[in-house]
């Protein structure tokens, strides 16, 4: 075999090297491609078949710290069952009512249906041992702040003293509240309010009256 045969044998050798090395990648990526489909479909359908509670995923839903779930009645003037389409803001409010515990307050917003005086509710109850009742579902609206009911969730918080502060019992159990609302829902801090940044009303009066302890109270939700 001449030089020049062998010199073409060589180019033609490695031509079909490189040839083979091409297939052998494309091979490779269109597995990975398959791979990473197969991945997404898989994670797709078990987020879509995963079992929702109150409108979020049972695994997130889960986290949330103890309550007792005593949802009222379905009724026009403190649950109507309409739809929460979308959650945007945490408001904080007070009872008003000195000296009463949770379930006291949750038993007023039940017998609105039967007095019929007006129309309120919240999510939750926050009672001054630190106890935590849900009245209203996730993903239902409640009667708290007007305008402001379908992108919101509310707590009310049960007190004892004259100036309308919390117990630290009560405190620790809202600041676990909200850190947990904030995680599931991606709020920000700007996103818990007090009642009285919506319309003025004095609520919940201690926090209004005293600034300075609202802003380190959200900043205690956000501490890690």
């Not at 040839?19 to 879509?48: D, E, P, Q, T």
């Not at 379908?150 to 117990?167: L, M, N, P, R």
């Not at 599931?184 to 996103?191: A, I, R, S, T």
Request: aromatic fraction near 12%.
């Amino acid at each position: 075999m001449s030089r020049e045969q062998k010199r073409k044998t060589r180019q033609r050798s490695k031509k079909q090297r490189r040839k083979r090395l091409k297939i052998w990648f494309r091979r490779i990526v269109l597995l990975i491609l398959i791979s990473a489909m197969a991945i997404g479909v898989v994670l797709a359908y078990n987020m879509l078949s995963e079992p929702r509670i109150q409108g979020m995923r049972a695994s997130k839903f889960e986290t949330h710290p103890a309550w007792e779930e005593a949802f009222l009645t379905l009724n026009e003037y403190s649950r109507p069952g309409n739809k929460l389409p979308k959650v945007e803001k945490l408001y904080v409010h007070y009872t008003a009512n000195p000296g009463t515990d949770a379930r006291q307050n949750r038993s007023y917003f039940e017998n609105l249906a039967e007095t019929k005086e007006t129309k309120a509710s919240s999510h939750f109850i926050i009672g001054y041992e630190g106890e935590i009742i849900q009245c209203v579902p996730l993903n239902e609206i409640a009667y708290a702040v007007a305008g402001e009911n379908g992108c919101s969730i509310s707590i009310e918080c049960c007190y004892v003293a004259e100036d309308g502060s919390f117990t630290q019992e009560t405190y620790d159990s809202l600041i676990e509240l909200l850190q947990w609302l904030c995680d599931v829902y991606g709020l920000k801090e700007e996103d818990i309010l007090r009642h009285y940044d919506s319309n003025g009303k004095l609520c919940p009066i201690y926090y209004v009256e005293h600034e300075e302890e609202w802003e380190f109270l959200k900043n205690d939700v956000f501490l890690q």
